[in-house]
């Protein structure tokens, strides 16, 4: 999920509480929450959501005697909203006691709890507007978030060294993570976790998927993991250092320091940069593999060869013409594809398995390349060096729309019209793009929806 923060300057931009990953325009763009870890919604161009099951061990949970303030005032209709939450709790505890939570984890978890209009408000008011790849690849990699993150690293190397030992995960990789998801612990949440998951799974769009989520947060304080009041982190349940969202820590979570408690709140970030690491490490890092590396394009490049679903080996790539900026072929790192994040005009990358990798953590290609490009600085690496098309700005979400409507229309079907550019409309941007004679490069550009209109 995202990183909150009452005014949170999270990725260097300044966003409202209840930030939004920034998408690229022409490229998978991410809805309402931004998803580390687990995609709360699917949709035809998206990786599928990630699956997991809810285990854990069960300790005494501690009670808190920090309690959530009621609201002096309130609105007829949040009163009666109020109301209608009360009788709906009722029925969830039950189907949460069916699943194993005791009573007094739920007296404990409720204390005091009430609805919350500012989550459900912060939930229907998602702005439509996003960011293209290299604003948000200004701020993500900037200076000031170098400098910071080196500065982490510093502070936090004999641990960082060895949760890179134990997992085999680079840890400019994981401080890079730790830079995007709350600046580096700067910005991790103090919405009531319980508060505001019992908030959406009542009456937000998402029901379902925010009650898994709060049965989940459930679990964890019947393990005594942290009380309940001191579960703190964004109005839509991302927790912690890195944003777990329950289920996650449920599954990945790890207690590190050995104090018994996978504390992931904790000022010391010790055990949320190494769940990070055991997160990457279960969905298949390979060690000593880079994420990508940027590369040059002959001229007579073939475009419709920048696509994940072809892979071959650098040597293969080079022979196309395909080099790194240095000039030289890429090392042998294993197959890769040609990502074009901005299109033809943009720079260019050749990507391998790590990219996948990172992708588990949050679905969009400019967050995947913002953790990447943010740890090859980390590293002592150069800024990108390609061009960006900074002449263009991102399509809106009704735009994106439009354009796949108007493309279905013309017979390119995007098999959906949901405003989210994947795979698919991706294929058909290309295949339109084709007929006119342009640059087949599949990117969703305002030219492009001009064009079709």
Not at 205 to 234: C, H, W, Y
Not at 324 to 341: Q, T
């Given at each position: ?14 966003f409202?509480?209840?930030?939004l990953h ?12 931004p998803?580390?870890l ?11 959501p ?7 061990t ?40 069916a ?14 709890v ?36 080196s ?14 030992q ?17 600046n ?9 976790i ?8 009542f ?32 109005w ?16 990945y ?15 010391n ?7 990070t ?35 071959k ?8 013409g ?59 690496g ?26 279905t ?45």
């Open positions: 999920m995202r990183s909150w923060a009452k005014t949170a300057l999270w990725l260097g931009v300044a409202q509480a209840g930030l920034a998408a690229p325009s022409g490229q998978s763009s991410l809805s309402d929450t998803r580390p687990v995609r709360p919604e699917t949709s035809q161009d998206a990786p599928a990630v699956q997991i099951a809810a285990a854990t069960v300790r005494p949970v501690a009670r808190s005697s920090v309690a959530i303030p009621t609201p002096s005032t309130s609105t007829p209709t949040e009163a009666a909203a109020n109301l209608r939450f009360q009788t709906w709790m009722q029925g969830f505890e039950t189907r949460a006691q699943q194993g939570i005791g009573k007094a984890t739920l007296s404990q978890a409720f204390d005091g009430t609805y919350d209009p500012k989550v459900i408000k912060r939930d229907r008011n998602q702005s439509e507007f996003s960011k293209t790849i290299w604003e948000y690849l200004d701020s993500a990699a900037s200076d000031t978030r170098v400098t910071s993150g500065k982490a690293l510093r502070e936090n190397r004999g641990a960082l060294n060895q949760i890179e134990t997992y085999g995960v680079d840890k400019e990789v994981v401080v890079a993570v730790w830079g995007l998801e709350s580096y612990g700067s910005y991790r949440g103090s919405m009531d319980v508060r505001s998951l019992a908030t959406l799974a009456d937000g769009r998402r029901g379902p998927f925010f009650e898994s989520q709060l049965i989940a947060a459930l679990k964890i304080l019947q393990s005594g993991d942290v009380a309940p009041r001191n579960m703190t982190g964004s839509a349940g991302a927790m912690g250092h890195t944003q777990f969202i329950p289920t996650s820590y449920l599954d979570a790890v207690d590190f320091t050995g104090d018994g408690k996978r504390d992931i709140w904790s000022d970030p010790t055990d949320a940069l190494a769940s690491a055991a997160y990457l490490k279960k969905f298949g890092w390979v060690q000593g593999q880079p994420w990508g590396v940027e590369v040059t394009l002959p001229r007579n490049f073939n475009y419709a060869l920048a696509s994940r679903k072809i892979k080996s650098p040597d293969d790539w080079a022979k196309l395909v080099r790194g900026v240095d000039g030289k072929p890429v090392a042998k790192h294993g197959s890769a594809s040609i990502l074009l994040p901005a299109g033809g005009k943009g720079a260019a990358f050749m990507i391998f398995k790590n990219f996948a990798v990172i992708e588990r953590y949050n679905t969009a290609d400019a967050y995947v390349i913002g953790v990447g490009h943010l740890s090859d600085r980390l590293k002592g150069a800024k990108i060096q390609g061009d960006w098309p900074r002449g263009d700005r991102a399509l809106t979400f009704t735009e994106r729309k439009e354009l796949q409507k108007r493309l229309e013309a017979g390119f079907s995007t098999q959906g019209i949901d405003g989210r550019i994947g795979p698919n409309t991706v294929s058909a941007i290309r295949s339109y793009q084709t007929t006119k004679n342009v640059m087949p490069d599949g990117y969703a550009s305002l030219d492009l929806l001009k064009m079709l209109r």
